[in-house]
Structures are given as C-alpha cells and as structure tokens.
Nanobody, 113 residues
Framework: QVQLVESGGGLVQPGGSLRLSCTAS?????MGWYRQAPGKQRELVTT???????DYQDSVKGRFTISRDNAKNTVYLQMNSLKPEDTAVYYC??????????WGQGTQVTVSS
C-alpha cells in the first residue's frame, strides 16, 4: 500500500493557474491525477510513469502539465488557463501498472470569478 499526500488546491479565477503536488510514501511505477466534479463520475486527468511517459485527458491537453521528481517520489500538476469546468476534487493516484491501486484524500480546486 502507498500513502499519498496532496497539496496545492484552492480558489482561482478563470484563466488562472494552480499547481498541485503529491508525495508518495515509496517509489511506484505510475502516478497521476483523477478528478470528480459535483454530480459527475470520477475521471482520469493525467498520469506519468517513472520513466516519464505521460497521458492526458483531451480536455486538459495544452493546459495541464504533469511532471515527476523520482528522487522525492513526488508528482506535480501544473494547471494553466483554468476554466470553470475544471472545478472538481482532484485525487492523486498511484498504480503498479495502469489502474490506480491507491488514492489520496483529494484536494478541492475551484475555478470561479
């Protein structure tokens, strides 16, 4: 089991930026972020492997960037050009292969004027 500790959520105006961080208790192959908006299903946002391979949901491509510091077991999510529809609870995830096996507690991101 991997413990995940997230930070960095908050309130931002449309067009603004936020950076989320997540530190894992040990090294794991894949880390990433899911999100869940009110009344919607939880959805994949982006993931990154230890080797640096990434994938993104189409709606965030070009606006969000995931990166990783393997020495710190930490993953970062830089979110730019935020839109109201990005409002959600963002969950850090860890996976040995692809499907998440461990989840963080979640951090709220609210995009509103």
């Amino acid at each position: 089991q991997v413990q995940l500790v997230e930070s960095g959520g908050g309130l931002v105006q449309p067009g603004g930026s936020l950076r989320l961080s997540c530190t894992a208790s040990r090294s794991i192959w894949r880390m990433g972020w899911y999100r869940q908006a009110p009344g919607k299903q939880r959805e994949l946002v982006t993931t990154i492997t230890r080797s640096g391979s990434t994938d993104y949901q189409d709606s965030v491509k070009g606006r969000f960037t995931i990166s990783r510091d393997n020495a710190k077991n930490t993953v970062y999510l830089q979110m730019n050009s935020l839109k109201p529809e990005d409002t959600a609870v963002y969950y850090c995830v860890a996976a040995a292969f692809y499907a998440p096996t461990d989840w963080g507690q979640g951090t709220q991101v609210t995009v509103s004027s």
